[in-house]
């Protein structure tokens, strides 16, 4: 899991933050912190199914499978898996 | 329209010098090519350039009184002059000439400050009162026409343009200001009375200020009105249309009052399809109609524009927008806008009074102002719904209410969830007093992450939704969302953004002047007192508009889904960021002496859209703003040059210096 985890908050360093990673914790909400807003959520949706291989489907689309680190990352372990 | 200008300096000892105030003038050459006048006393120095639209022979300013003690510069229109002049002369008032402007000193001298509140018309002016060595400036309801001013060394300035001021060389260099930017990258633009530059102060709308050796004073005269339910209409939606068409019908034909031809611009939307079908089918069978074109299939309604110009048989021409050309046209929007940027929406509208001059046309009605006093706006009809949703966010069948506020948008299964459980969040929201913008305002202070180090530093504490929430007028909060946020809309978006970026400033950088008659200020206290479920019913938005217009417009009009007048971003940036007209602003030098912006994270920024073939709302915004900000500093503070005026010839010159 924290292989994942490192390179998705690199992702989302450089993608969404521009380079700076300060204030992102692991288990801080990316929509409440204003990291990424719908159109994110798909631009990261895109990285991750290109990346990894998988396919997230529609009803995949929840909170707890993609707003923050941890649950992005633990996601992709079971996806993976 | 014109420009005007002014210097006062209370201390009276004769120095106001033409050498300052003539630069002032010349840098407002393109508001008023035609003529240019300038008073000066050991108190006061006013300035004119002048666009002849009435009495085009002796209508040249200042204009004065029949003793010569009060004179007056006044840039735009007065629509109802006719009737006050007739009031005025029945009262004795002698007068020199037919203009509009000539009615204004003579109210004046009759009411004193509050004569402003006779007013029906879009106008900024600037009014000197020898005898009581008063100064006075006001500015319209809406702040249809700009007016700035700042001080420095006991002397107070105003101009129509901030670049007017800092032509008088009276300022010290400017400086831009951090509160100013984090405001427009909130709200798309400053608070009222805010410019982007430090100690220039913009007049709000609705405002007298006065100045005397006393000091100041400014005085709200007009605000945006609210109804409490009680005091809403007791009549028919039936009827309230007819009065709507009435209204609109006498706004329209007061602002076709000119001594040049009036032409209008024709979207293909509602707004200026009903206008201009009100010109055609009353006033002027043969008015000439202008429209933008976009290369884009989403943005253009080109098929719309043919049918009305078909059914009215008007001749109408229009202009293609193409994204090479706004591109091109950007770095002269903001040498006009004055400010940053977050959209591109300006450019077409720059490049579309340069082909209205070039037919020479200096006059056109628009459709400005429908969307905010009917109801037409999206972020209207979203607030609504998601305040109907987040009473029940676990209730799916409410939740998918969002998918129809942007269907051209959010297209397939994956952007649709996406999109409602974004609008889903943060329940509590909904009890918040700007409940219905927070949403793009949260979006749009996400380019705020690009500040430099220094611009985090000099807004640390600062919170410009705070500073908002000082100027609310007293209950705001128990107002229904729709009156809450028609008022954030009209006071921040239609009179601070859209009349500023969108209208005066495009039209008058070509010597085009615009007419909006869904501003005309008895519609808006007449809709006051409609209740606002008739103006949005369930999703329909502008509803008694659409009433209003229902034997004047086909229903192929009035009823087309809703198209918000916009223009490409991403697309016309992306490719061109190196181009030469950019390169400069954008450089990793220019960007460090600016200090706003971090130039590492811009770069990344920049790479990311060069290397993509799209880019998200909020990213294009931000490149919009960067390189906004990035002219705005190259234009203004790092290379402003003064305009020569040795070789201005004056229409009127009077020298009172003397005594």
């Given at each position: 899991?924290?292989?994942?985890?490192?390179?998705?908050?690199?992702?989302?360093?450089?993608?969404?933050?521009?380079?700076?990673?300060?204030?992102?914790?692991?288990?801080?909400?990316?929509?409440?912190?204003?990291?990424?807003?719908?159109?994110?959520?798909?631009?990261?949706?895109?990285?991750?199914?290109?990346?990894?291989?998988?396919?997230?489907?529609?009803?995949?689309?929840?909170?707890?499978?993609?707003?923050?680190?941890?649950?992005?990352?633990?996601?992709?372990?079971?996806?993976?898996? | 329209m014109c420009g005007i200008a002014g210097?006062?300096?209370?201390?009276?000892?004769?120095?106001?010098?033409?050498?300052?105030l003539a630069p002032m003038v010349a840098a407002l050459s393109h508001r008023g090519p035609d003529q240019r006048g300038i008073y000066?006393?050991?108190?006061?120095?006013l300035g004119h350039a002048r666009l002849s639209i009435v009495d085009l022979?002796t209508g040249a300013q200042p204009i004065?009184?029949?003793?010569?003690?009060?004179?007056l510069v006044l840039n735009g229109e007065?629509?109802?002059?006719?009737?006050?002049?007739?009031?005025?002369?029945?009262?004795?008032?002698?007068?020199?000439?037919?203009t509009d402007t000539?009615?204004?000193?003579?109210?004046?001298?009759?009411?004193?400050?509050?004569?402003?509140?006779?007013?029906?018309?879009q106008f900024a002016l600037g009014?000197?009162?020898?005898?009581?060595?008063?100064?006075?400036?006001?500015?319209?309801?809406?702040?249809i026409c700009p007016l700035y001013?700042?001080?420095?060394?006991?002397?107070?300035?105003f101009a129509s343009e901030?670049k007017a001021?800092?032509a008088?060389?009276?300022?010290?260099?400017?400086?831009?200001?951090?509160?100013?930017?984090?405001?427009?990258?909130?709200?798309?633009?400053?608070?009222?009375?805010?410019?982007?530059?430090?100690?220039?102060?913009?007049?709000?709308?609705?405002?007298?200020?006065?100045?005397?050796?006393?000091?100041?004073?400014?005085?709200?005269?007009?605000?945006?009105?609210?109804?409490?339910?009680?005091?809403?209409?007791?009549?028919?939606?039936?009827?309230?249309?007819?009065?709507?068409?009435?209204?609109?019908?006498?706004?329209?034909?007061?602002?076709?009052?000119a001594d040049v031809?009036?032409?209008?611009?024709?979207?293909?939307?509602?707004?200026?399809?009903?206008?201009?079908?009100?010109?055609?089918?009353?006033?002027?069978?043969?008015?000439?109609?202008?429209?933008?074109?976009?290369?884009?299939?989403?943005?253009?309604?080109?098929?719309?524009?043919?049918?009305?110009?078909?059914?009215?048989?008007?001749?109408?021409?229009?202009?293609?927008?193409?994204?090479?050309?706004?591109?091109?046209?950007?770095?002269?929007?903001?040498?006009h806008?004055?400010?940053?940027?977050?959209?591109?929406?300006?450019?077409?509208?720059?490049?579309?009074s340069?082909?209205?001059h070039?037919?020479?046309?200096k006059v056109?009605?628009?459709?400005?102002?429908?969307?905010?006093?009917?109801?037409?706006?999206?972020?209207?009809?979203?607030?609504?719904?998601?305040?109907?949703?987040?009473?029940?966010?676990?209730?799916?069948?409410?939740?998918?209410?969002?998918?129809?506020?942007?269907?051209?948008?959010?297209?397939?299964?994956?952007?649709?969830?996406?999109?409602?459980?974004?609008?889903?969040?943060?329940?509590?929201?909904?009890?918040?007093?700007?409940?219905?913008?927070?949403?793009?305002?949260?979006?749009?202070?996400?380019?705020?992450?690009?500040?430099?180090?220094?611009?985090?530093?000099?807004?640390?504490?600062?919170?410009?939704?705070?500073?908002?929430?000082?100027?609310?007028?007293?209950?705001?909060?128990?107002?229904?969302?729709?009156?809450?946020?028609?008022?954030?809309?009209?006071?921040?978006?239609?009179?601070?953004?859209?009349?500023?970026?969108?209208?005066d400033r495009?039209a008058m950088a070509n010597s085009v002047e615009i007419?909006?008659?869904?501003?005309?200020?008895?519609?808006?206290?007449?809709?006051?007192?409609?209740?606002?479920?008739?103006?949005?019913?369930?999703?329909?938005?502008?509803?008694?508009?659409?009433?209003?217009?229902?034997?004047?417009?086909?229903?192929?009009?009035?009823?087309?889904?809703?198209?918000?007048?916009?223009?490409?971003?991403?697309?016309?940036?992306?490719?061109?960021?190196?181009?030469?007209?950019?390169?400069?602003?954008?450089?990793?030098?220019?960007?460090?002496?600016?200090?706003?912006?971090?130039?590492?994270?811009?770069?990344?920024?920049?790479?990311?859209?060069?290397?993509?073939?799209?880019?998200?709302?909020?990213?294009?915004?931000?490149?919009?703003?960067?390189?906004?900000?990035?002219?705005?500093?190259?234009?203004?503070?790092?290379?402003?040059?003064?305009p020569?005026a040795?070789?201005v010839r004056w229409d009127v010159f009077?020298?009172?210096?003397?005594?």
């Amino acid at each position: 899991m924290p292989e994942y985890a490192s390179e998705i908050r690199q992702y989302i360093t450089d993608r969404f933050l521009f380079g700076d990673d300060e204030k992102l914790g692991d288990d801080d909400s990316l929509l409440d912190a204003g990291v990424i807003d719908s159109t994110g959520i798909l631009e990261l949706i895109n990285h991750l199914e290109e990346r990894y291989g998988i396919k997230v489907q529609d009803e995949e689309l929840l909170p707890e499978n993609l707003d923050t680190i941890a649950n992005i990352s633990a996601f992709l372990g079971k996806k993976t898996a | 329209m014109c420009g005007i200008a002014g210097i006062f300096d209370a201390r009276g000892e004769g120095r106001i010098a033409a050498a300052n105030l003539a630069p002032m003038v010349a840098a407002l050459s393109h508001r008023g090519p035609d003529q240019r006048g300038i008073y000066l006393d050991r108190n006061t120095g006013l300035g004119h350039a002048r666009l002849s639209i009435v009495d085009l022979e002796t209508g040249a300013q200042p204009i004065r009184n029949e003793t010569g003690t009060v004179w007056l510069v006044l840039n735009g229109e007065i629509y109802n002059h006719p009737e006050l002049r007739t009031g005025l002369e029945a009262k004795g008032h002698r007068f020199y000439t037919r203009t509009d402007t000539e009615v204004l000193v003579h109210l004046y001298e009759d009411k004193g400050p509050d004569f402003v509140d006779d007013l029906n018309g879009q106008f900024a002016l600037g009014l000197w009162d020898a005898s009581r060595k008063r100064l006075l400036l006001a500015r319209d309801r809406f702040g249809i026409c700009p007016l700035y001013y700042a001080e420095h060394e006991s002397r107070f300035l105003f101009a129509s343009e901030i670049k007017a001021l800092l032509a008088s060389a009276l300022l010290p260099p400017p400086s831009l200001e951090p509160r100013a930017l984090d405001q427009i990258l909130t709200f798309w633009t400053t608070l009222p009375g805010a410019t982007a530059f430090q100690g220039i102060r913009e007049l709000p709308p609705g405002h007298v200020l006065t100045i005397d050796a006393a000091g100041q004073r400014l005085r709200k005269y007009w605000d945006i009105p609210y109804q409490p339910p009680g005091s809403y209409v007791q009549a028919t939606p039936q009827s309230v249309g007819n009065d709507i068409l009435a209204l609109l019908m006498d706004a329209t034909k007061i602002r076709l009052r000119a001594d040049v031809p009036v032409g209008s611009y024709l979207s293909g939307g509602l707004d200026s399809s009903g206008i201009t079908a009100l010109i055609s089918r009353y006033f002027n069978r043969h008015v000439r109609t202008f429209g933008v074109r976009f290369e884009e299939e989403a943005f253009d309604e080109g098929g719309y524009q043919k049918e009305m110009a078909g059914r009215l048989e008007v001749e109408h021409r229009e202009l293609e927008a193409s994204n090479a050309l706004i591109a091109e046209a950007f770095p002269r929007v903001i040498w006009h806008c004055e400010a940053p940027v977050l959209r591109t929406a300006p450019a077409p509208m720059l490049l579309l009074s340069r082909f209205v001059h070039e037919q020479g046309i200096k006059v056109v009605c628009t459709g400005e102002g429908a969307d905010e006093v009917f109801g037409g706006y999206d972020i209207f009809r979203e607030s609504l719904v998601r305040q109907f949703v987040l009473r029940r966010p676990d209730s799916p069948r409410r939740a998918r209410l969002f998918e129809r506020l942007y269907p051209q948008i959010f297209r397939t299964g994956r952007e649709k969830i996406s999109y409602r459980q974004f609008m889903a969040r943060d329940p509590a929201q909904a009890e918040e007093p700007f409940f219905s913008h927070l949403v793009r305002w949260n979006n749009t202070a996400r380019i705020k992450q690009f500040f430099s180090k220094e611009m985090r530093a000099a807004l640390a504490g600062y919170s410009a939704t705070e500073d908002l929430a000082r100027m609310m007028p007293a209950g705001f909060e128990r107002r229904d969302t729709l009156s809450k946020a028609q008022y954030l809309e009209d006071k921040l978006f239609l009179s601070n953004y859209l009349l500023t970026s969108q209208g005066d400033r495009m039209a008058m950088a070509n010597s085009v002047e615009i007419r909006p008659p869904y501003l005309d200020h008895r519609i808006i206290d007449f809709m006051a007192r409609v209740p606002p479920s008739w103006k949005i019913l369930g999703l329909n938005e502008k509803r008694l508009l659409k009433k209003a217009f229902r034997d004047i417009l086909p229903t192929s009009i009035t009823r087309r889904t809703k198209h918000p007048y916009r223009a490409p971003i991403q697309s016309v940036f992306i490719g061109r960021l190196q181009s030469e007209s950019y390169r400069d602003a954008l450089s990793e030098r220019s960007i460090r002496d600016a200090g706003v912006f971090d130039p590492e994270k811009v770069g990344r920024l920049f790479r990311k859209l060069e290397a993509a073939s799209s880019a998200s709302e909020t990213e294009g915004m931000a490149v919009s703003g960067i390189l906004s900000t990035q002219l705005l500093f190259e234009q203004f503070i790092r290379r402003f040059a003064r305009p020569e005026a040795s070789g201005v010839r004056w229409d009127v010159f009077v020298d009172k210096r003397a005594g």
